[in-house]
T-cell receptor
Framework: DSGVTQTPKHLITATGQRVTLRCSPR?????VYWYQQSLDQGLQFLIQ???????AKGNILERFSAQQFPDLHSELNLSSLELGDSALYFC?????????????FGQGTRLTVV | KNEVEQSPQNLTAQEGEFITINCSYS?????LHWLQQHPGGGIVSLFM???GKKKHGRLIATINIQEKHSSLHITASHPRDSAVYIC???????????FGKGTKLSVKP
């Protein structure tokens, strides 16, 4: 158990809908990272938050947004969903602000858009 | 061409064999990471390297910065090592994390 909790584990929704994925980092970790893993693209870095502020942005679509709350949990919001958004979404956390320190991954949320 | 290339894509080994997975990258990097993804989907960070060699149990990771190449070795492989091993580098024009496509390892008893 990495100590990073992601909910829900599975999500099935229709095209055009909006969903929110939640991540609780390890106790004491200030950085949260979001990644997308699709069959054709593999793993891709989406965005990083550090202590409530956006620190780095990767290949995140404009339809997607994220935030980190004062209690350090983070949410990834995906809107106007398309079939191609079906993927595994991972959250990771680390103590520091570096782009990828020794990060600890959650179990992922499997999103299926139908 | 992908900025991070892994080989082989798939690897089947017998229990006890010595395993090598390779990673080559074409961008300047500040660090390289090896990740393990289990069949259930969970990801574990194995190593973070910026030079030299690191060892943890039966796993050894090496990196040659000049040659832009890293290897992950597994000694005395075991069926529980069966997983996808992913190489990732922190580099490129935006300095983001760039992932290889992964190597799927299957160790037979």
């Amino acid at each position: 158990d990495s100590g990073v909790t992601q909910t829900p584990k599975h999500l099935i929704t229709a095209t055009g809908q909006r969903v929110t994925l939640r991540c609780s980092p390890r106790s004491g970790d200030l950085s949260v990272y979001w990644y997308q893993q699709s069959l054709d693209q593999g793993l891709q870095f989406l965005i990083q938050y550090y202590n409530g502020e956006e620190r780095a942005k990767g290949n995140i679509l404009e339809r997607f947004s994220a935030q980190q709350f004062p209690d350090l949990h983070s949410e990834l919001n995906l809107s106007s969903l398309e079939l191609g958004d079906s993927a595994l979404y991972f959250c990771a956390s680390s103590p520091g602000s570096g782009r990828f320190a020794e990060a600890f991954f959650g179990q992922g949320t499997r999103l299926t858009v139908v | 061409k992908n900025e991070v290339e892994q080989s082989p894509q798939n690897l089947t080994a017998q229990e006890g064999e010595f395993i090598t997975i390779n990673c080559s990258y074409s961008v300047g990097i500040s660090a390289l990471h090896w990740l393990q993804q289990h069949p259930g989907g969970g990801i574990v960070s194995l190593f973070m390297l910026s030079s030299g060699k690191k060892k943890h149990g039966r796993l050894i990771a090496t990196i040659n910065i000049q040659e832009k190449h890293s290897s992950l070795h597994i000694t005395a492989s075991h069926p529980r090592d069966s997983a996808v091993y992913i190489c990732a580098v922190y580099g490129g024009s935006q300095g983001n994390l760039i992932f290889g496509k992964g190597t799927k390892l299957s160790v037979k008893p």
